[in-house]
């Protein structure tokens, strides 16, 4: 279906794919009966509601479903009704068979239906799984949101149509089913199934129901202050679930703490699906999961690993009260949710790990929004949405990360106490209800009384973000602020985007005295002076690292904060300056050398996160690099990262922080992989053979006492080394592992080893692999990441160029977007010319706007490879201190 491209005036009625407000929605009782083997479903919905006025016709959503026997029921006489249907906008309309006009007053809608268990995971969908004994079993499963419960069941589907569910499913007796609610009854029926008729749930959207079931297994329940909190799973895979509950059980306990809002549900139930589109979805009691992220072997899985499932359970957790308790009236508000979880997420993890540094951890992610947010087709956090593809083109990293790094920057502003206060109003307000940005505002001024809204909304309505400039003055320091662009003349620049924000500016500086201070302030000019008490040696901008902004400092500024920064800097600080040095570089106001100046002078980090940004930075330095600045850029990285290696140890010690592990294993794929370096890739194998039990397993430090097992972070980094040096009979053990791996982290950790071989055969059978065996949750995504490879990227692009229908045709339609985004990667002229005429030809309704991003950035880095790639190598590093 192409999506109609119009503006509205953002009523629902003016646009054409919402629904009118005359018939309002207040109960639905849903019977399904989901035929596994047909891959099929029947079923019947009776939906309560009330008539606001008199109208002639019921108009609600359907897509993919044939409606029969279809009745509307008013003061006790029920009507046939005729129905007509809108394919190109999801809807149907029912009219009474008798022409009569539905009058003011109660409603019952009635209406059987059937449909088809797509693969397309989208609305109610086949997943399949192959068990320990090598049996194929395949599962139904649901994911509804945005617009999707329309393909299950007819019904309201809008968020603002809120409705208690009433559920039961007739399934196979052998099988396990899963509602929102607990099951209340269950008996066998006359033909041998069961049914099982669910709980209640509470007034909710559409978007937030769930049906799953399959040849499932649950853990015992956990009580979570009078919660059952459990794990659903395919059958075989409960030895994996320990460390989910954990995360699940704190997470739960937390969040109520911090929300001072009872759990509004009944029970939790974590359900790990085999084939997911999106990481996990908030489903009200029911959330579903990939394994990845909530599956784990924790003697097996990194740091990581581990870190990411919590965030996941964390973030769907925190959903239960925004989003499902309080939910956004239209899908433009989406942030309200997306990016509040993604908040709480983080604020979760850290409390349940505080050695992992999570919020340090956060500034990789507010990165991510920083490069996008960069461009001339950024968009405003909260933007209009009209059709449901546009609504699928929100969960972008506008939404979430960004969004999160505002709503962080706030907390910051006005503190934890004051904030948390505002969001339990905000909370208890709207219980049950929808709500705009403006409502969350109204609940922390309230909360503050400071002026949130005026701070917040240019954040929020408008695309882009400030670098603010830092000059000395005699008594402190002169800020000023404009919009940072990677460009100097962006294509299509939006000429409303503000020159200033409201800018909460946190200062630390030592004076010339010797003091030093903090300085709080709100940025909301062009440039004002700051009185600091006397001349600056020093200063940091973004002190804490929580603001979203980027910072630039005069020569001499950057010079002294440079020359100490492994001394006065907090590592998040550092963090910041590394990764401001690196956008500066790509945005073409400061030179390569000057950034591996800078890198070179923080030789002696210790933090995992710098080292992340750092080696980051000189990767992608290293990919527009000729092949002499390549070479010496490969030196650079081996030295540095073996350096730091030897100060941190090559092999891990008891009871060492998680961070250094995990800082282990980057400094040693960093030095095997782009490095190069022999001695690192020589124990990498060593290693490799010792933890998968090869043929040629000998132990990796002969001087150490023989193990059980290989540390994982190291483990992991291992496999990327052996792979990128590897050949066939490599490869194909990779592909044998990928095959018949115990954990999710470990299938998905060879599958994406198998990017990492340089041989072009071998990459060739990598791409047809995706295509045809992987699977549809994991393929589009490989596939954009093959395109980012060094030197096999432009025959990736080739292959999604000649596949383009067949692909599009197989995987998701949410996921065609982020596997564009590969192109991102291309960098010469020549490929980007093609790249903007092919998709000038083929649409991506889904994601349009990403997609014009990934080609402006593709462009971006085009002009960077262009500019810099020549120098890289030859002129000399221009350290800043």
């Known amino acids: 279906m192409r999506a109609v491209t119009l503006q509205t005036d953002g009523s629902p009625d003016a646009n054409p794919y919402r629904l009118p407000r005359d018939v309002l929605p207040e109960r639905y009782d849903i019977v399904i009966e989901p035929d596994i083997d047909e891959a099929r479903f029947v079923g019947r919905v009776v939906i309560s509601a009330t008539v606001q006025a008199p109208v002639d016709s019921v108009m609600l959503n359907a897509a993919d479903l044939d409606c029969s026997d279809a009745t509307l029921q008013q003061n006790g006489s029920a009507v046939a009704a005729e ?36 693969d397309q995971l ?45 559920v039961t499913m007739i399934v196979p007796a052998d099988l396990m089913a899963v509602s929102c609610g607990e099951v209340v009854s269950s008996e066998i029926v006359a033909d041998g199934r069961r049914r099982d008729t669910f709980a209640d749930t509470m007034q909710m959207s559409t978007y937030l129901m769930a049906f799953i079931v399959g040849d499932l297994e649950a ?11 459990r794990i659903v799973h395919v059958r075989g895979k409960s030895a994996l679930t320990d460390f989910g509950l954990e995360a699940g059980a704190f997470a739960l306990a937390w969040l109520v703490d911090y929300y001072g809002v009872p759990y509004p ?92 540094k999570r919020w340090d951890e956060f500034s990789i992610e507010r990165g991510a929004a920083f490069d996008v947010d960069a461009l001339s087709t950024t968009r405003p956090i909260e933007y209009e949405v009209v059709s ?27 503190g934890r106490d004051r904030f948390a206060a505002g969001v339990q109003h905000y909370l208890e307000r709207h219980s049950y209800a929808n709500t705009t940005t403006t409502d969350l505002w109204d609940a922390l001024e309230t909360s503050s009384g400071e002026p949130v809204r005026s701070v917040m909304d240019g954040w929020i309505f408008t695309g882009g973000y400030p670098i603010v400039s830092v000059e000395p003055l005699p008594s402190g320091l002169t800020l000023s602020q404009h919009r940072f662009v990677y460009s100097d003349s962006p294509r299509g620049a939006d000429d409303s985007a503000p020159t200033t924000w409201s800018v909460p500016v946190m200062v630390r500086a030592r004076l010339a005295d010797g003091r030093t201070v903090t300085e709080r302030l709100l940025l909301s000019d062009a440039s004002r002076g ?38 006065v800097l907090e590592p998040i600080e550092r963090y910041g300056l590394v990764d401001d040095t690196y956008a500066a570089v790509v945005a073409g106001d400061a030179s390569a050398a000057e950034f591996i100046g800078l890198v070179t002078d923080l030789g002696s980090e210790t933090d995992l996160h710098v080292w992340q940004r750092m080696i980051g930075g000189l990767k992608g330095l290293h990919a527009i690099a000729e092949p002499d600045g390549r070479a010496a850029l490969a030196v650079l990285i081996r030295d540095l990262a073996t350096t730091a290696l030897g100060v941190l140890g090559f092999e891990p010690q008891p009871g060492e922080p998680d961070l250094d592990r995990e800082l282990r294993g980057v400094l040693f794929e960093a030095a095997g992989g782009r490095g190069r370096d022999e001695l690192v890739r020589t124990r990498a194998r060593a290693i490799f053979e010792h933890a998968t039990g090869g043929s040629d397993a000998v132990e990796p430090n002969p001087s150490a006492a023989a193990t059980t097992a290989v540390e994982p972070n190291l483990a992991a980094a291992a496999v990327q080394v052996v792979a990128a040096a590897g050949d066939e009979t490599d490869y194909e053990r990779m592909l044998e592992l990928y095959r018949s791996a115990d954990t ?3 299938e998905l950790r060879y599958l994406q080893s198998l990017l990492l071989f340089e041989d072009a055969a071998l990459f060739k059978r990598t791409l047809e692999l995706f295509a045809a065996e992987v699977r ?17 990227g432009p025959m990736a692009w080739a292959f999604v160029r000649d596949r383009w229908d067949e692909l599009t045709d197989r995987f998701p339609q949410n996921s065609i977007s982020r596997m564009a985004g590969g192109i991102r990667g291309l960098r010469t002229r020549e490929l980007a010319g093609e790249v903007d005429a092919f998709f000038a030809e083929h649409e991506v309704p889904q994601g349009a706007l990403t997609l014009a991003q990934h080609i402006e950035k593709m462009w971006v880095n085009v002009r960077l490879r262009e500019r810099e790639g020549a120098r890289i190598g030859r002129d000399p590093a221009a350290p800043a201190s």
């Open 83 to 118: 129905v007509t249907y809108h394919p190109e906008t999801e809807r149907m309309t029912l009219r009474r068979s008798d022409g009569r006009r539905l009058e003011p007053g109660d409603l019952r809608i009635s209406c059987s239906f059937a449909g088809e268990l797509n």
């Open 122 to 166: 989208r609305g109610f969908y086949r997943s399949t799984f192959v068990d320990e004994d090598g049996e194929a079993h395949t599962i139904a499963t649901t994911q509804f949101e945005s617009t999707s419960a329309r393909r299950a069941f007819p019904c309201f589907d809008e968020p603002d149509f809120k409705a208690v569910f009433g």
């Open 219 to 229: 853990t015992e329940p956990i009580d979570v202050d009078g919660v059952p909190l």
């Open 265 to 356: 549900g009944t029970k939790v139930d974590l359900i790990a699906v085999p084939d997911f589109a999106f990481g996990a979805m908030e489903n009200m009691g029911a959330i579903t999961f990939r394994e990845t992220l909530l599956l784990a072997d924790t003697q097996k899985a990194t740091t990581a690993e581990l870190l990411r499932i919590v965030d996941v359970v964390a973030h769907e957790l925190a959903h239960m009260w925004f989003g499902n308790l309080v939910t956004m009236d239209w899908w433009n508000g989406i942030w309200l949710k997306e990016a509040f979880a993604t908040f709480m997420q983080v604020a979760t993890t850290d409390a349940f790990r505080p050695e992992w």
């Open 388 to 414: 449901p593809a546009d609504a699928e083109g929100m969960y972008d990293v506008l939404t979430y990360e960004k969004g999160a790094a505002v709503v962080r920057m706030l907390e910051q502003y006005l």
């Open 530 to 567: 700051v009185d600091l008490g006397g001349p600056v040696e020093w200063a940091v901008l973004n002190a804490g690292g929580h603001g979203y902004y980027r910072v630039r400092y005069s020569p001499e500024l950057l010079a002294a904060v440079a020359r100490q920064a492994l001394e």
């Open 744 to 746: 999710p982290q470990s």
């Open 776 to 792: 549809t949750q994991n393929a589009p995504y490989l596939l954009g990441a093959a395109m980012t490879h060094l030197d096999h």
